[in-house]
């Protein structure tokens, strides 16, 4: 019904930047919560960035002040700009969305993009 999905990952040096994207398309639909996850190896998924209709943002601590969330309603889009990239922020970056579906909510996942940050 619902589809995210992620780009934006690669290869970077730390210090570098990426700017990771999500769109969501598909059956209609009207999309609350969005934001990014996060999944290093040997580790649980953990929260990154949230944002909501009304763009209030939610940040985890050891991203603050170097990721920035923002989305597009129209377009259904939601973006991250990682700055300052450092090699513990090398993970599978996973988009997630709250969406309403006759009413009732429902999360989605997008399948992933890599982040790898080289030292």
């Known amino acids: 019904q619902v589809q995210l999905v992620e780009s934006g990952g690669g290869l970077v040096q730390a210090g570098g930047s990426l700017t990771l994207s999500c769109a969501a398309s598909g059956s209609p639909f009207r999309i609350n919560t969005m934001g990014w996850y996060r999944q290093a190896p040997g580790k649980q998924r953990e929260l990154v960035a949230t944002?909501?209709?009304?763009?209030?943002?939610v940040y985890a601590d050891f991203v603050k002040g170097r990721f920035t969330v923002s989305r597009d309603n129209a377009k259904n889009f939601v973006y991250l700009q990682m700055n300052g990239l450092k090699p513990d922020d090398t993970a599978v970056y996973y988009c997630n969305a709250e969406i309403l579906i006759a009413g009732r909510p429902y999360d989605y996942w997008g399948q992933g993009t890599q982040v790898t940050v080289s030292s």
């Open positions: 944002i909501t209709r009304g763009s209030n943002t």
